[in-house]
């Protein structure tokens, strides 16, 4: 395939990740499938100081007061102050947490290294958020019947508990989680030797997107792609989970490239391609957290990369290294605009 020319380029906004190797059995495999093996995963909202539109992510819980999420989603929102707003359970009812940012006091975290000029490289923040201490507050979702979201009181939150064992089941894992063990990435190019998924939530609504195409991590680039498998704005700052159980990145963007296919007969025609893009864990990310988080960093529990769960690729890579070098050229093209500029998110 002749060098990628990138003729359009979508990017996951908001509306809007660890130290023992373990070897993997058959019992477990497949046993991150269903919405429940999820409850790490939460919808958030982030409200910037002083007023404008609220935007919307996604972010992952790594920590007893640590999630992961995209630096894009927060890096310009958050830029004078913010509050966030972590959507905890499903519909119909459900129970928001809040933290707020600020210069004195931060509660959210972006790597060095990130840029709103660079694609998807570094583009991995942190929130700390303690849910044992956060105040909650609590709604009812909106209806055909009533169109916006109803405040609740914490008695009546506690009333719909005691009468729906699934949501009282949901939050009690959430105040007591199962946090995902994170998996550390060599420097070498690598085939992810698992099946991934991503879990989408949208106005508490929640649906896996299973992964069936390879998976690769390129060096150079310093994240991993794979063919776009049902990623769309919103869902940036989702953990991408492997089908064992383990988070190996963060949602970030698409790319989708123009390029010349051969057929059967030899003949050459125009054909299209979607890529979905994503930071890993690399040494560049896990230094980055160690800093932010302090000692809450030797808490986490890692898994190193190889031999378990990856493979050594020997693919050559240029065209895609070539495709991300000329979006990252194109100044005017890379620089994101406002979260609340692209729709529904």
């Known amino acids: 395939m002749k060098r990628l020319l990138v003729f359009l380029f979508l990017f996951c ?10 070897v993997l059995t058959v019992t477990d495999e497949d046993k991150h499938t269903t919405k429940e093996d ?11 100081a002083g007023g404008g539109q609220q935007a919307k992510c996604q972010a992952t819980r790594i920590g007893r ?7 894009h989603c927060v890096a310009q929102t958050c830029q004078n102050g913010c509050t966030i707003q972590m959507d905890l359970l499903e519909r119909p009812v459900s129970a928001l947490a809040k933290v707020s940012h600020t210069a004195k006091k931060p509660a959210v975290f972006i790597h060095p290294g990130y840029s709103s000029k660079v694609f998807v490289k570094n583009d991995f923040a942190l929130i700390r958020l303690d849910l044992d201490r956060a105040p909650l507050t609590y709604y009812r979702h909106a209806t055909k019947k009533q169109p916006y979201n109803r405040a609740i009181t914490e008695a009546q939150f506690s ?3 005691e009468q729906n064992r699934k949501a009282k089941s949901q939050f009690a894992h959430i105040k007591s989680p199962e946090l995902p063990p994170l998996v550390l990435f060599d420097n070498f190019n690598a085939i992810i030797d698992r099946k991934i998924s991503v879990i989408s939530i949208f106005d508490g609504v929640r649906k896996i997107a299973p992964d069936p195409y390879a998976v690769h991590y390129v060096k150079a680039l310093g994240f991993a792609y794979t063919k ?3 990623i769309r704005k919103g869902m940036s700052g989702s953990g991408v989970m492997t089908n064992t159980g383990e988070l190996i990145g963060i949602v970030s963007g698409n790319m989708t490239s123009s390029y010349w296919a051969k057929t059967k007969n030899g003949k050459k025609v125009p054909a299209t391609e979607e890529l979905f893009m994503f930071p890993v864990f690399n040494a560049d990310v896990a230094a980055f957290m160690e800093q932010s988080m302090g000692s809450d960093y030797y808490k986490l529990s890692w898994k190193d990369a190889y031999p378990s769960f990856v493979r050594k690729s020997r693919r050559n890579y240029a065209s895609v290294i070539d495709s991300v070098n000329y979006i990252n050229k194109q100044n005017t093209s890379i620089s994101r605009p406002p979260l609340n500029a692209l729709g529904s998110d």
């Open 38 to 48: 999820f409850y790490h995963t939460f919808e958030y909202f982030i409200k910037p």
């Open 65 to 71: 007061r640590w999630f992961a999420t995209a630096a």
């Open 13 to 22: 906004c908001a509306s809007a990740v660890w130290t023992q190797v373990s």
């Open 159 to 161: 009333a719909y508990l």
């Open 228 to 230: 776009n498998f049902g």
